[in-house]
C-alpha cells in the first residue's frame, strides 16, 4: 500500500468525526501556541535589554569602592584618567534620594550628581535644553537636568526646561530634559534627576564619590584598563579595595540570564503541549476501540498489520501536524496582541520550527500505543465485534 493511500485514509479517519478531532486538536494548537507566545516574549526582553546596553556603549567600565577606607575624590578621578592612557573618558557619580516638589506635586526620585560629561559617556541625547557646564559644575550652580520620566510625572507633557523644582525644598532650575531610553534592568535613567556633582556632595555631606563611570577607547582597550585600574588602587589599598565592572561582562551575565528565563517558559507551555498529546492519544484508543471491525476486515483482505499500524500513526500524527500548523498562526498572532499591550516580543524563527517539530513528535510518541493495539488485533475476534 502506498504512503499516498494511507494518508487518504487517515485523512478520512479525522474527517469522519469532525468535532472531535477538532477539540483533541486544540490541546496541541493551545500549546503551541504557547510556546512560540512565551518564547517571544523571553526573545524580546532578551533583545531589549542587548538593544539598551549596547546603545550606552560596550566599552563603558564601573568603579565601585568596595573598602571603608579607600576614599576618592574628585582630584584623584582626575589624575586617575592620566594614568590610563586607553582611557578616553571618566565622569565620577554621587547620588541621593530627594523630595521633588512642584506646584503642589510631590514626588520622590533618586537624584545623581555628575559632570559635565554625561551625556557623551552614557551617549545620550538631550530632548530638550541643554546640559549643565564645566563652570556651573565648578562654582556649584544649582541646575538640574531631569529624565523623561520625571518630566512627564511632573509636567504632564508641557516644557519644563526654565521651571523651578524643589529638591528637598531647595530650588533648582531645570535646563534640560533627557530623551526617553527606557527601564534596563536598573540602569534607566528616565525617573533620575542629574545635577552638578559638586552640588551633590554639598548637600551629602562629602567629597567622597560613589561609583565612577569610565569609558576605553574602544572595546578590544576595556580588558586593558579594567586591569589598569584595578592594579593602582590594589596597590594603594591593598587587593579587592575596589570592584571594576565592565558593561560587556554585565551584558553577558543578563544575556544568560534572559535565555535561561526563555527556556524556562517554553518548558512551561511544553507542558501544554504533551498535555495535548495525551488528549490525542486517548482519542485515537477511542477511535481503534470504535473501529475494530473495519480492522479486522482489511486484515481478512490482506492487509498487514505493518499497514495497519501506519494507518494509525500516520492518522494520529496528521492531527497534530494539523494542530501545529494552526498553533503556528495562534502563536504568531498571540505574539503580535501581546506586543500591541505592551511588553516587546520577537518572534524566533527557531522556536517556530522546534513547537512545530515537537507537535508532530507528540502526534507519532503517543500514537504509538494505539496503533500498536491496532495492529495486534486479531482479525477473527475484530470481526465478531459488535
Known amino acids: 500500500m502506498r504512503l499516498s493511500d494511507l494518508l487518504a485514509m487517515s485523512l478520512r479517519g479525522l474527517t469522519a468525526n469532525k468535532l472531535r478531532s477538532a477539540l483533541t486538536m486544540l490541546g496541541v494548537i493551545i500549546g503551541v501556541a504557547s510556546v512560540i507566545a512565551l518564547v517571544s516574549i523571553g526573545e524580546g526582553a532578551r533583545k531589549e535589554v542587548v538593544n539598551n546596553f549596547e546603545s550606552i556603549g560596550t566599552n563603558i567600565l564601573k568603579l565601585y569602592m568596595q573598602r571603608w577606607d ?15 592612557p586607553d582611557m578616553e573618558m571618566i565622569m565620577p557619580q554621587v547620588g541621593w534620594g530627594a523630595r521633588v516638589t512642584y506646584e503642589g506635586k510631590v514626588r520622590y526620585a533618586p537624584v545623581l550628581g555628575v559632570t559635565e560629561i554625561f551625556p557623551k559617556i552614557r551617549n545620550h541625547d538631550l530632548y530638550a535644553g541643554r546640559f549643565f557646564t564645566a ?28 521651571k523651578v523644582i524643589y529638591l528637598n525644598q531647595e530650588p533648582f532650575e531645570i535646563i534640560g530634559v533627557l530623551e526617553e531610553k527606557g527601564e534596563n534592568l536598573g540602569e534607566g535613567v528616565d525617573r533620575n534627576i542629574f545635577v552638578p556633582i559638586t552640588v551633590a556632595q554639598k548637600r551629602r555631606g ?39 565592572w565592565t558593561q560587556q561582562a554585565m551584558l553577558e551575565q543578563l544575556q544568560q540570564s534572559t535565555r535561561t528565563m526563555t527556556l524556562m517558559l517554553g518548558a512551561i507551555a511544553g507542558v501544554s503541549l504533551l498535555v495535548g498529546g495525551i488528549g490525542v492519544m486517548n482519542i485515537m484508543l477511542v477511535a481503534v476501540t470504535e473501529r ?12 498487514k498489520r505493518s499497514q495497519v499500524l501506519a494507518q494509525f500513526l500516520i492518522e494520529s500524527a496528521l492531527m497534530c501536524s494539523l494542530g501545529g500548523i494552526a498553533g503556528v498562526f495562534a502563536g504568531l498572532g498571540s505574539s503580535g496582541l501581546v506586543a500591541r499591550l505592551g511588553p516587546k516580543t520577537s518572534i524566533s524563527p527557531v522556536s517556530v520550527v522546534i513547537a512545530f517539530a515537537f507537535a508532530v513528535l507528540v502526534g507519532f ?17 475484530a470481526l465478531r465485534t459488535e
Open 70 to 84: 579607600a576614599r576618592l575624590t574628585l582630584d584623584q578621578v582626575s589624575a586617575l584618567k592620566e594614568r590610563v
Open 135 to 162: 563652570v556651573e559644575v565648578e562654582i556649584g550652580r544649582p541646575v538640574a537636568v531631569v529624565g523623561w520620566q520625571v518630566a512627564q510625572d511632573l509636567f504632564a507633557g508641557r516644557n519644563p526646561v526654565g
Open 206 to 244: 562629602t567629597n567622597k564619590v560613589d561609583v565612577v563611570y569610565m569609558k576605553a577607547r574602544n572595546r578590544d582597550t576595556v580588558p586593558v584598563v579594567q586591569v589598569t585600574v584595578q592594579r593602582i588602587f590594589d596597590s594603594r589599598y591593598g587587593e579587592n579595595s575596589v570592584l571594576v
Open 292 to 303: 475494530t471491525r473495519e480492522i479486522g476486515l482489511r486484515m481478512a483482505l490482506g492487509a
Open 365 to 381: 510518541v503517543f500514537g504509538v500505543y494505539p496503533a500498536a493495539r491496532a495492529a495486534r488485533l486479531e482479525p477473527v475476534e
